[in-house]
């Protein structure tokens, strides 16, 4: 029964009446933060996230559509294995991949970083003519970290096995022999501070292929527009510069898939719940509702 007064339902944005088979994109919110390694609390990133979501505007003012008009379906939160981090991997990939094969876009709501690995894998599974673009303030390339190949800070060691062309933004946190062996796929924090937002999209867009995968770790961002990360690093990037960054990124390319992760919400500070919620709203306008280059 629907009530004649009801609050938006629990899914992304709110979206009444959400249908799987005309929607383009699939959101799998998964409350899942095994292996983080300072402090956890990612697991409840994809609650905070939809309670945030559902309560923005729909209306894009910029693109003068509403946000439903993409068609986007929320699946209820996937259950994390407590056996091992790989089998929460193997999960979600089977998840992303259904998504895939019902010629969808799948989107994963964190929870942890290494999420990240499942939808990749199961993309480069279909085809591998795309480039990961990696939002992040650490590089992520460890091979093993802590005991687990399937660590946070290992996601971007598992996404060059699975997909070769990959490129990371906004690093400022790296390990040596990672910075050895990859500050080539890296557009360090250090040397964007002097470029505009359209000139780091043009860096990125040489570097990559025309069909993309993004993975934002929240962190990413300024720790003074989102404290609400397990491993802050300072000096990181503005909300309103990521958001420019991929307006002009997505002008020219095709979103094939993508991540939004390590949202560990602090009780009382809504507003970095809200970002997030936002910097979702904002990512997948910009890959709809523009007009391709
Ligand atoms: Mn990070």
């Given at each position: 029964m629907k009530l004649l007064h009801q609050l938006p339902p629990y899914n992304l944005f709110g979206?009444?009446?959400?249908?799987?088979?005309?929607?383009?994109v699939v959101a799998i919110p998964v409350p899942y933060d095994?292996?983080?390694?300072?402090?956890?609390?990612?697991?409840?990133g994809p609650h905070a996230i939809i309670e945030a979501s559902r309560n923005?505007?729909?209306?894009?003012e910029e693109y003068?559509?509403?946000?439903?008009d993409i068609g986007i379906y929320t699946t209820d939160e996937m259950q994390p294995s407590v056996n091992s981090p790989e089998e929460t991997i193997n999960w979600l990939e089977k998840e992303c991949s259904l998504v895939i094969e019902a010629g969808k876009i799948p989107v994963i709501i964190g929870g942890?970083?290494?999420?990240a690995i499942a939808n990749i894998r199961a993309i480069a599974k279909h085809s591998n003519d795309f480039s990961v673009i990696h939002f992040d303030a650490?590089?992520?390339?460890?091979?093993?970290y802590m005991g687990s190949?399937?660590?946070?800070?290992c996601i971007m060691a598992r996404a060059k096995e699975a997909c070769k062309s990959c490129y990371s933004v906004g690093v400022r946190s790296i390990d040596a022999e990672s910075a050895k062996k990859y500050s080539d796929d890296i557009l360090y924090m250090k040397d964007m501070r002097d470029l505009s937002a359209k000139e780091i999209a043009s860096m990125i867009s040489k570097r990559t292929k025309k069909n993309i995968y993004i993975t934002i770790?929240?962190?990413?961002?300024d720790n003074g527009e989102m404290?609400?990360?397990?491993t802050p690093e300072p000096n990181g990037i503005r909300f309103a510069e990521l958001d420019a960054i991929l307006k002009n990124l997505l002008m020219e390319k095709r979103l094939v898939g993508a991540d939004f992760c390590e949202l560990a919400p602090i009780p009382g500070l809504i507003a970095p719940n809200f970002l997030a919620a936002k910097l979702i709203f904002r990512a997948l306008g910009h890959a709809f509702f523009q007009k391709k280059r």
């Open positions: 979206i009444e009446d959400q249908d799987f088979d005309s929607a383009k095994s292996t983080t390694s300072y402090k956890s609390g990612s697991r409840d923005i505007e729909l209306y894009d003068k559509r509403e946000i439903t942890e970083h290494s999420l650490h590089s992520d390339y460890r091979d093993e190949r399937y660590s946070h800070a770790d929240m962190d990413v961002l404290p609400s990360v397990g």
